[in-house]
């Protein structure tokens, strides 16, 4: 599986964006990048995902190089219920999915 | 809600003890994964059924774990004698097949005390 690297952890401001960013050198042609994001005692939940282009949903915005060698997950407006751990993993045809340790958001009032 | 869920989820043993766990998938969900998940560490994959086949499992999954999903709904897994280190969150997660891409749905987990 093709691996990622994320800074260990982020701090944040209430209603500042947020930029978590992911490298991921070896990504294939055919991965797609995730992002799933697991709050304290929770099971993960998933955020986002895209291929080659820049993609928006009502949680976040995924920023992905042309090269595609690394991603941005965007947080336009953090709250306190965004503090999480996030993962960014790559998939596509693989169906299961390989975590890393993530990034511990912190989220300061 | 209809989203994923699993029982119990809060299980104190005994060393030696046998333990199941349940998973009830989203109904229309064909595909159905097991991942661990020890503290400070992300999930690791464990194994995963589409329908009610076992099609994968991890070298982590040893000859004490077992699971099943009988008639393609939902599942069990069960750790037979347990040790000290199977103490973990175990979390179950369904999806839908697709052509190149999944989204996984995770339920709550079940955290896992071994003594």
């Known amino acids: 599986d093709a691996k990622t690297t994320q800074p260990n952890s982020m701090e944040s401001n209430e209603e500042e964006p947020v930029h978590l960013p992911c490298n991921h050198s070896t990504i294939s042609g055919t991965d797609y990048i995730h992002w799933y994001r697991q709050l304290p005692s929770q099971g993960p939940e998933y955020v986002i995902h895209g291929l080659t282009s820049n993609v928006n949903n009502r949680m976040a915005s995924l920023a992905i190089a042309e090269d595609r060698k690394s991603s941005t997950l965007i947080l336009h407006r953090a709250t306190l219920r965004d503090a999480a751990v996030y993962y960014c993993?790559?998939?596509?045809?693989?169906?299961?999915?390989?975590f890393g340790k993530g990034t511990l958001l912190t989220v300061n009032p | 809600d209809t989203g994923v869920s699993q029982d119990p989820r809060h299980k104190i043993t005994k060393r030696g003890q046998n333990v199941t766990f349940r998973c009830d998938p989203i109904?229309?969900?064909?595909?159905l994964y097991w991942y661990r998940q020890t503290l400070g560490q992300g999930p690791e994959f464990l194994t995963y059924f589409q329908n009610e086949a076992q099609l994968e499992k991890s070298r982590l999954l040893s000859d004490r774990f077992s699971a099943e999903r009988p008639k393609g709904s939902f599942s069990t897994l069960e750790i037979q004698r347990t040790e000290q280190g199977d103490s973990a969150m175990y979390l179950c997660?369904?999806?839908?097949?697709?052509?190149?891409?999944?989204?996984?749905?995770f339920g709550p987990g079940t955290r896992l005390l071994v003594l």
């Open positions: 109904s229309e969900h064909n595909r």
């Open positions: 993993i790559l998939g596509g045809s693989n169906y299961k999915l390989t």
């Open positions: 997660a369904s999806s839908v097949r697709e052509t190149y891409q999944e989204t996984q749905y």
